[in-house]
Nanobody, 124 residues
């Protein structure tokens, strides 16, 4: 069973930074799309950033230029560096893995494996 575990969440002030980690177990990152998603209270889950299997990256419009995705294959970990955080970035952040049913990692419906999430709170 594929497993994903997020870490690195916390509370930060407006304009601050956090780095989230997503560590995979029981599978090889290279063969899956890996994505970061978030869900704010009362809102639908949204895609934040992802790696396609060909290592193409994708970012949601709300985080472009502020968030950056990276990976360390040896550690089976994908990172999400979040800078210039805003209160509207508050939410539970999830990482997920998908068999590459489509070329783009941005298609949320293809993600089958999800972590438990890590909470990020940005205070104003």
């Amino acid at each position: 069973q594929l497993q994903l575990a997020e870490s690195g969440g916390g509370t930060v002030q407006y304009g601050g930074s956090l780095r989230l980690s997503c560590t995979a177990s029981r599978f090889v990152l290279d063969y899956y799309h890996i994505g970061w998603f978030r869900q704010a209270p009362g809102k639908e889950r949204e895609g934040i950033s992802c790696f396609s299997v060909d290592l193409t990256t994708n970012y949601g419009d709300s985080v472009k230029g502020r968030f950056f995705i990276s990976r360390d294959n040896a550690k089976k970990t994908v990172f999400l560096q979040m800078n210039s955080l805003k209160p509207e970035d508050t939410g539970t952040y999830y990482c997920a893995a998908a068999h590459p049913d489509t070329a783009s990692c941005a298609v949320e419906g293809q993600y089958s494996y999800w972590g438990q999430g890590t909470q990020v709170t940005v205070s104003s």
